[in-house]
């Protein structure tokens, strides 16, 4: 049985080698090639008369509101996921487009940025006829490294040819324009990717995003919610709460989720393009028209895939840049209220792979000293007795550079403290037991000798031959260190003799906003 959500490799058909005759006849061939369907009588049907009647059944949902300038849909056979597919493109029914923008992970070959077609495509074909390629559009792309993946990734890759069939019987013979986007593309390369697509797209234009959501099952590597009937309410409420965040335009919010869950939404990737893309070039919104499973039709829970569909109703405007990042400054009570949220909901999405983050998304704006550039600390404390049979320190990872804004900073940190190797790593079951404390730093600064650190003020970062080691401000108080045993036991931390700190040792200090959850 072929797999709801995953290619099976398929035969592309017979191809025909014909000697070459003349220069002309080479000449023609290397610049007029059509791209043949890969998963014909697979995915969807062979012939063109079954594929009809099924598109248009799909399609058949009445069309409410706004027509659509951008669709999310699934790709899977038709079977598990042509009906959710034909409600997100049922809004389309009856406009006109000029030019439609595709864009679908690459199963298949690994890459970051986009991938166009060969620059002698010139149309891709269903047994509903061809979609003819703008090329001069794709050959605008093709002058940006962004988008250099290779072009033998379209050869047999299902995603976009999925949509395809809904295209051709919304629009007929439309411009398309084909990106796959590899599974390597991050958050930076998705923006500049976005930024690029801006100029292709105004009035008459439509962005299709091709992406099924989670994929759960053994065979797909990914089952932490069981293997019965109960999977299914856990993977509609997650895969709403992950095509909200989608829908709300929120980049940021949607990737968190997806990476912080291990989840195995394939366009990943595409998605978030789509989202930078809206949020930098697009006045609207999105809704989400649909949630469903392949199980509501397999009955298969051993192996199950989400699809969603979602709409986008507006209209293009130009690029705008984003607003500087503030300073940090001083949280107030609100910001540390959040951040603490935050930390608390990434170890839950981390631990059950569920959509706390992307609740925690959706109620809260990501402004003020959340978006400033700052260094950070997540520390996870037991509570109760089990402080007192194991100790109160459960992890304490970090990072002290301001490489990041805040709230993508505790992220990281509160995923990394969930696992430090000084302890066994965190499990779900243990949330309720523990309390979590973060540290926000400021920059650091190098002073001459211990003589310049004030302990119980300064957090301390010792360096020496290659090793490091830091303590935050608190240790001080918490453990009630006179500054040399504070300084021996952080060269100790450092793997050095505890004198070590004494002769050709280096210090930074900072200091610390810390907070916690209340006991």
Same mark, same amino acid.
Request: aromatic share 8%; net charge neutral.
């Given at each position: 049985?072929?797999?709801?959500?995953?290619?099976?490799?398929?035969?592309?058909?017979?191809?025909?080698?014909?000697?070459?005759?003349?220069?002309?006849?080479?000449?023609?061939?290397?610049?007029?090639?059509?791209?043949?369907?890969?998963?014909?009588?697979?995915?969807?049907?062979?012939?063109?008369?079954?594929?009809?009647?099924?598109?248009?059944?799909?399609?058949?949902?009445?069309?409410?509101?706004?027509?659509?300038?951008?669709?999310?849909?699934?790709?899977?056979?038709?079977?598990?996921?042509?009906?959710?597919?034909?409600?997100?493109?049922?809004?389309?029914?009856?406009?006109?487009?000029?030019?439609?923008?595709?864009?679908?992970?690459?199963?298949?070959?690994?890459?970051?940025?986009?991938?166009?077609?060969?620059?002698?495509?010139?149309?891709?074909?269903?047994?509903?006829?061809?979609?003819?390629?703008?090329?001069?559009?794709?050959?605008?792309?093709?002058?940006?490294?962004?988008?250099?993946?290779?072009?033998?990734?379209?050869?047999?890759?299902?995603?976009?040819?999925?949509?395809?069939?809904?295209?051709?019987?919304?629009?007929?013979?439309? =411009?398309?324009?084909?990106?796959?986007?590899? &599974?390597?593309?991050? *958050? /930076?390369?998705?923006? #500049?990717? %976005?930024? !690029?697509? @801006?100029?292709?797209?105004?009035?008459?234009?439509?962005?299709?995003?091709?992406?099924?959501?989670?994929?759960?099952?053994?065979?797909?590597?990914?089952? =932490?919610?069981?293997?019965?009937?109960?999977? &299914?309410?856990?993977? *509609? /409420?997650?895969?709403? #709460?992950? %095509?909200? !965040?989608? @829908?709300?335009?929120?980049?940021?919010?949607?990737?968190?989720?997806?990476?912080?869950?291990?989840?195995?939404?394939?366009?990943?990737?595409?998605?978030?393009?789509?989202?930078?893309?809206?949020?930098?070039?697009?006045?609207?919104?999105?809704?989400?028209?649909?949630?469903?499973?392949?199980?509501?039709?397999?009955?298969?829970?051993?192996?199950?895939?989400?699809?969603?569909?979602?709409?986008?109703?507006?209209?293009?405007?130009?690029?705008?840049?984003?607003?500087?990042?503030?300073?940090?400054?001083?949280?107030?009570?609100?910001?540390?209220?959040?951040?603490?949220?935050?930390?608390?909901?990434?170890?839950?999405?981390?631990?059950?792979?569920?959509?706390?983050?992307?609740?925690?998304?959706?109620?809260?704006?990501?402004?003020?000293?959340?978006?400033?550039?700052?260094?950070?600390?997540?520390?996870?404390?037991?509570?109760?007795?089990?402080?007192?049979?194991?100790?109160?320190?459960?992890?304490?990872?970090?990072?002290?550079?301001?490489?990041?804004?805040?709230?993508?900073?505790?992220?990281?940190?509160?995923?990394?403290?969930?696992?430090?190797?000084?302890?066994?790593?965190?499990?779900?079951?243990?949330?309720?037991?523990?309390?979590?404390?973060?540290?926000?730093?400021?920059?650091?600064?190098?002073?001459?000798?211990?003589?310049?650190?004030?302990?119980?003020?300064?957090?301390?970062?010792?360096?020496?031959?290659?090793?490091?080691?830091?303590?935050?401000?608190?240790?001080?108080?918490?453990?009630?260190?006179?500054?040399?045993?504070?300084?021996?036991?952080?060269?100790?931390?450092?793997?050095?003799?505890?004198?070590?700190?004494?002769?050709?040792?280096?210090?930074?200090?900072?200091?610390?906003?810390?907070?916690?959850?209340?006991?």
């Amino acid at each position: 049985m072929l797999r709801p959500g995953l290619a099976r490799p398929i035969p592309m058909g017979m191809r025909f080698f014909l000697p070459v005759v003349g220069v002309v006849m080479f000449t023609s061939a290397l610049h007029a090639q059509v791209r043949p369907p890969a998963v014909a009588g697979a995915f969807y049907p062979g012939s063109k008369e079954e594929l009809q009647r099924d598109v248009r059944g799909f399609l058949a949902t009445p069309p409410q509101g706004q027509t659509p300038v951008a669709v999310i849909a699934p790709h899977a056979g038709y079977v598990f996921s042509g009906a959710t597919a034909g409600k997100a493109f049922a809004p389309l029914a009856g406009s006109t487009v000029k030019r439609i923008i595709l864009l679908g992970p690459s199963h298949y070959v690994g890459f970051r940025g986009g991938a166009l077609p060969t620059p002698g495509t010139t149309a891709f074909a269903t047994p509903l006829g061809d979609m003819p390629i703008d090329r001069a559009a794709v050959a605008q792309l093709a002058r940006f490294s962004e988008f250099g993946g290779p072009a033998a990734a379209h050869e047999r890759e299902h995603c976009l040819e999925v949509e395809l069939p809904f295209l051709q019987a919304t629009f007929g013979a439309a =411009p398309i324009v084909p990106v796959l986007i590899g &599974g390597n593309t991050d *958050l /930076q390369t998705a923006a #500049a990717l %976005a930024r !690029r697509l @801006a100029d292709l797209v105004g009035p008459g234009t439509l962005v299709v995003v091709s992406s099924d959501f989670t994929h759960h099952g053994d065979s797909y590597g990914h089952s =932490p919610f069981g293997r019965g009937p109960e999977v &299914g309410p856990k993977l *509609l /409420q997650l895969g709403r #709460a992950t %095509a909200e !965040r989608a @829908a709300a335009i929120d980049a940021r919010g949607f990737a968190q989720q997806v990476e912080v869950a291990g989840d195995t939404v394939c366009g990943a990737a595409p998605i978030t393009v789509l989202l930078e893309l809206l949020a930098h070039a697009f006045d609207g919104s999105g809704r989400v028209v649909e949630v469903t499973t392949s199980a509501e039709v397999s009955a298969n829970w051993s192996q199950v895939v989400t699809y969603a569909g979602v709409d986008f109703v507006g209209a293009w405007r130009p690029w705008r840049e984003d607003e500087p990042a503030p300073r940090l400054g001083e949280l107030n009570p609100e910001e540390k209220k959040a951040a603490l949220a935050l930390a608390r909901a990434t170890l839950e999405t981390y631990l059950t792979h569920e959509g706390q983050l992307a609740a925690w998304f959706a109620g809260n704006r990501v402004a003020g000293n959340l978006r400033a550039n700052a260094g950070v600390f997540v520390t996870i404390n037991n509570r109760g007795a089990k402080a007192k049979s194991e100790g109160r320190l459960r992890g304490c990872i970090g990072v002290m550079e301001a490489r990041e804004p805040l709230v993508d900073a505790i992220v990281s940190a509160a995923t990394s403290a969930a696992r430090d190797p000084r302890f066994p790593p965190l499990e779900a079951s243990e949330l309720s037991g523990v309390g979590l404390e973060i540290s926000v730093l400021s920059p650091m600064q190098r002073v001459p000798g211990p003589e310049a650190i004030v302990l119980r003020t300064h957090g301390v970062l010792l360096s020496k031959g290659g090793r490091h080691a830091v303590f935050l401000p608190q240790v001080a108080t918490e453990t009630g260190w006179d500054l040399p045993t504070f300084l021996s036991q952080l060269s100790l931390k450092a793997g050095m003799s505890p004198d070590a700190w004494k002769a050709g040792a280096t210090f930074e200090v900072f200091t610390a906003q810390v907070f916690g959850e209340p006991e």
